[in-house]
């Protein structure tokens, strides 16, 4: 969260709420393109198919089709990344499904091509134990640039991996270069929170997919409940399911702090994208709501640490392709 967005503050620090356990880790992965690449409009899609093939060639050693079944499935570091098994019985009784250990920010949407010589950069956020993995993620893109990316398969070269050093401060270090081949990961110190706003105004930066009753939401049926319950229990499913040493969530105040929040002033709209699923052969329907709107209501205090840190943990379906994208912006309206 920028400077900014913390000068939002007009209210005592939050208090039913600690700072989320999760570890959180954020990369930012500069490519140089070696020959031209045609970004599809929104490449989150096509990022996540290419470095998921490269990692299970890279890691599978027993080159079965499929993960069902497989001795090494609860070990395997594709499996962990792209499959998330259940780590025990309890899990598996608990969460039909469980949410992947990261997620990738694309290039901004809209298509573009990008001839030889000039920089790409794909922003990559690992959650738990994931961070873990990251010398694989690596490799893994490493091999994805020998296979291509975009419709053409424009092939790129992994030139530099940097690392936030405190969350949200955006103060980005160098971790890995290629010329030297040496990773020196840092441990990313938690984001600083100031006290809890009296409102605050929320960007959705990509599109954002929320269900009630087996339906997504359009812009005219989203409220404060709907966003911020999600929230919820996607952070306790990833606590539950890559950490879980952490204290477990306490959902009791988070859910009474929700019924006092309220949406206001949204600015919405539906955004239809399609992509096209190489698994199941088909092209499918990605659509979900962009723009703007106000959170306010004495409930800000206790959920701002979960508001803050869901900027980067990204809500609703679909997030490891980077949909549900969103970031704290200062508005004057805020200060009232």
């Not at 070696?34 to 890279?58: D, K, Q, V």
């Not at 070990?75 to 990738?104: D, G, I, K, W």
């Not at 809890?196 to 990509?206: N, Y």
């Not at 979900?288 to 609703?316: C, E, K, S």
Request: one cysteine or more; hydrophobic letters at 40%; glycine letters at 8%.
């Amino acid at each position: 969260m920028s400077a900014a967005a913390c000068s939002l503050a007009t209210e005592p620090a939050p208090t039913a709420l600690a700072y989320p356990a999760l570890r959180l880790e954020r990369m930012r992965v500069v490519f140089q393109a070696l020959e031209p690449i045609r970004l599809p409009t929104y490449s989150g899609s096509a990022w996540r198919g290419l470095l998921g093939h490269s990692l299970r060639r890279s890691v599978c050693v027993t080159r079965a089709p499929t993960c069902d079944g497989c001795l090494l499935r609860t070990h395997c570091v594709y499996s962990t990344l792209f499959e998330s098994p259940p780590t025990s019985e309890q899990t598996a009784r608990r969460y039909s499904a469980l949410p992947h250990p990261f997620v990738l920010e694309p290039p901004p949407a809209g298509q573009r091509e990008i001839p030889p010589g000039e920089s790409l950069s794909l922003g990559l956020t690992l959650f738990g134990r994931a961070g873990d993995q990251l010398p694989y993620l690596i490799h893994a893109l490493q091999r994805a640039g020998e296979r291509g990316l975009g419709r053409e398969g424009g092939r790129f070269q992994l030139r530099q991996v940097l690392q936030e050093a405190s969350l949200g401060a955006e103060d980005w270090r160098s971790v890995f270069a290629a010329e030297q081949g040496r990773l020196e990961p840092l441990q990313t110190a938690a984001a600083t929170l100031g006290p809890a706003p009296s409102a605050v105004l929320i960007q959705l930066q990509t599109p954002v997919r929320l269900k009630r009753h087996g339906h997504y939401l359009h812009p005219q049926q989203l409220d404060a409940e709907a966003l911020l319950v999600t929230l919820v229990i996607r952070l306790e499913r990833l606590l539950a399911r890559y950490q879980p040493e952490a204290e477990p969530l306490d959902q009791t105040p988070l859910r009474k702090a929700i019924g006092q929040v309220r949406l206001e002033h949204a600015d919405l709209r539906w955004v239809d994208w399609t992509r096209y699923s190489s698994r199941q052969g088909t092209h499918m329907q990605l659509g979900g709501l962009l723009g703007r709107f106000r959170l306010r209501g004495p409930g800000l205090r206790t959920l701002w640490p979960l508001i803050v840190i869901g900027q980067w943990l990204h809500v609703g379906k679909n997030t490891s392709f980077g949909l549900g994208r969103y970031r704290l912006v200062p508005d004057q309206a805020t200060r009232d």
